[in-house]
């Protein structure tokens, strides 16, 4: 193994010195480019640590070339913080120290990469848990436990995240870090889930099932399973099946009597429309059976149905992401546990 990763750290060497003179060159097929912000009139000093920031983020470069799948067209600017300080980062933009090690550029690009900055990242985060599919899976087959999920803090998930220095001490290391970043990046950008602790309308009021009639209210908004809702991507449709954490049941349309309430019952097959809603960007819940209906407030501030309105959508028919202490619209665009257990 001692032999392996001396091979390795001489071809990443190797691959470095032949980059040209002076600073490494980039490619078009880096799936990370970086740009260091450079004083107008630099002095020496400050060369030296531009040539350091552009050793480190290189060799950060071609350990993704290697061994990432997914992660590809991403920018990181990387700036530069002075002589000796704490580095930190946030959304694309690092700041480093020129007594920065390599350890804590890897975990500065995690931040960039969305660890802790995305707010989507943020609302994974339940319970100190972190609800990615493919970084759970990944995780499970490193431990071998089948229950394993990392733990995160909306700040950095751990292990692997290159908190400390050991977790950069050795290539194998290295690779393992940039393994999982690449899947925690996928669950970010990539994911067919959203989940939610509360949908929430725009009466600041939460979706919750009923447990005696198992009809969908609402009501003050909980931090619970009761108000935890999961909405996944139908696989081969643009639509969602939106499912409630406690009881696994589907949101549906119930008849009742000559109207229709909402409930919540056994998930349908993937081929049938029952129990399928369109997401929007205009934050309508719109059903796919009865394309004519969407979730609506009522006028008493209670869940029902009415006439989508599309372009028109006013706050009646507007729904909203409680995760994360936030409150965001809620799109199809959102975020991936990884299943449902909790």
């Known amino acids: 193994m001692a032999l392996k990763n001396t091979l390795q750290g001489i071809i990443f060497l190797l691959a470095i010195a032949l980059s040209g003179h002076g600073f490494a060159q980039q490619t078009q097929k880096d799936r990370i480019q970086y740009t260091i912000v450079k004083a107008k009139n630099p002095t020496p000093t400050q060369l030296a640590r531009y040539a350091k920031y552009d050793k480190f983020m290189r060799e950060i470069v071609l350990l993704y070339n290697e061994h990432a799948q997914h992660i590809e067209g991403v920018k990181i600017v990387v700036k530069d913080g002075g002589s000796k300080g704490r580095a930190y980062a946030n959304s694309n933009t690092i700041t480093v120290f020129g007594d920065s090690e390599l350890w804590v550029y890897m975990h500065e690009v995690n931040h960039a990469l969305g660890m802790g900055a995305s707010w989507v990242y943020r609302a994974m985060t339940i319970n100190r848990k972190l609800y990615g599919r493919t970084s759970t899976q990944f995780a499970r087959e490193l431990s071998g436990d089948p229950q394993k999920r990392l733990t995160s803090d909306h700040h950095a998930y751990w292990p692997y995240a290159v908190n400390r220095p050991n977790e950069a001490s050795t290539l194998e290391r290295r690779i393992i870090a940039v393994k999982m970043m690449d899947k925690v990046w996928f669950d970010i950008q990539n994911a067919d889930m959203w989940t939610s602790r509360q949908i929430k309308t725009a009466h600041g009021r939460c979706l919750h099932v009923d447990a005696v009639s198992l009809n969908v209210v609402s009501g003050k908004c909980r931090n619970s399973a009761a108000h935890a809702w999961d909405i996944s991507t139908v696989s081969g449709t643009s639509s969602s099946r939106i499912k409630d954490v406690l009881t696994q049941g589907c949101l549906v349309i119930k008849p009742n009597g000559g109207s229709s309430v909402l409930a919540v019952a056994a998930c349908a097959v993937e081929e049938s429309q029952d129990g399928m809603w369109e997401v929007d960007g205009r934050a ?49 665009d959102t975020t991936t546990p990884d299943d449902q257990t909790r």
């Open 284 to 332: 309508e819940i719109r059903s796919v059976a009865q394309p004519n209906l969407c979730l609506i407030t009522t006028a008493a501030k209670e869940m029902g149905l009415g006439h989508c309105l599309g372009p028109r959508t006013t706050e009646e028919h507007q729904f909203r992401n409680g995760a994360a202490n936030k409150t965001h619209c809620m799109t199809a």
